[in-house]
């Protein structure tokens, strides 16, 4: 009886070959680059505030002035995230599902506050809101300040924030089938209806993880904010803004202390976001 002979293609049976060629090398690159930028100074920056000592430490971050700037900052900041997560949610949904004239130019000025120093989105918003200012003006005789006030912090808190939400939910949006709001239409789901239980579950993901990093981006604004807030202590004074001065008074353990903190709030947000994201995919599974 004749012997079967199957051909095999070349290569088979070996581990399928790297595009990219070089994993040892880019990894070490990589981790070398990531303990240069990002590790090397985060430790640098634990072991300055670790001289301080436990109670100086406490003492240090729980004083009447740091406690103000870490409140301002933390109440601006969510209220800039709030403000871009509707609006940005609403500016991603126009650029994806609808045509107009200057559609191109809307969608690239979007990326205006990413390519703008920080210090000169400050100026500007600084002239424009000033009570003399084309904005300010008007404001003003309703009473309403925004320059050298919190209003001022959150407005360029929001404007250097934006295109995190945006440019995180317009992918999603653009890849969403149509099919799924046209079998929902066809149940008789109203439009309200079809957005929350159809379209907002696929793009909360997206949504969360792009108001998180508008947030985070927030927390640690200073060119921008530093012009238009007034930098006034207990009203206007972020915390970027006291750790500077700071520096400049020479106490770098005091800085490094009111930095750390930051940083630990930064990773506490990280992981709340993780742990939404990760329930928000188990409930889905389990409805699915």
């Not at 949006?173 to 079809?194: I, K, N, V, Y």
């Amino acid at each position: 009886m004749p012997r079967l002979r199957f051909a095999f293609p070349a290569g088979a049976g070996r581990a399928p070959r790297s595009v990219i060629p070089g994993f040892r090398l880019s990894l070490g690159l990589t981790l070398l680059y990531l303990g240069l930028i990002v590790l090397l100074p985060i430790g640098a920056l634990l072991l300055k505030a670790a001289d301080v000592g436990f109670w100086g430490y406490i003492a240090i971050v729980t004083s009447p002035r740091t406690i103000a700037s870490f409140q301002i900052t933390i109440a601006t900041a969510a209220a800039a995230a709030l403000f871009n997560a509707v609006y940005g949610l609403g500016l991603a949904w126009v650029l994806v599902r609808y045509e107009f004239p200057g559609k191109r130019l809307l969608d690239a000025m979007v990326d205006v506050p990413f390519a703008l120093p920080t210090a000169v989105a400050g100026l500007a918003l600084t002239t424009l809101f000033a009570k003399n200012g084309w904005f300010g003006a008007p404001l003003a005789q309703w009473g309403i300040q925004v320059a050298y006030a919190p209003a001022g912090i959150v407005c360029a808190m929001a404007f250097t924030s934006i295109p995190f939400v945006v440019r995180t939910v317009q992918p999603v949006l653009e890849d969403m089938e149509p099919e799924l709001e046209e079998a929902a239409a066809t149940l008789g789901a109203s439009d309200l209806t079809t957005f929350r239980k159809v379209i907002f579950p696929t793009l909360f993901p997206a949504f969360l993880a792009g108001t998180s990093l508008a947030f985070a981006r927030s927390l640690g604004e200073f060119g921008a904010v530093v012009f238009i807030a007034g930098n006034q202590p207990f009203r206007t004074e972020i915390v970027a803004l006291l750790t500077f001065i700071r520096l400049e008074e020479y106490d770098y353990a005091a800085a490094a202390a009111i930095a750390v903190t930051m940083l630990g709030l930064a990773f506490l947000m990280l992981l709340v976001v993780n742990a939404v994201q990760t329930w928000h995919q188990r409930s889905a599974l389990g409805e699915g």
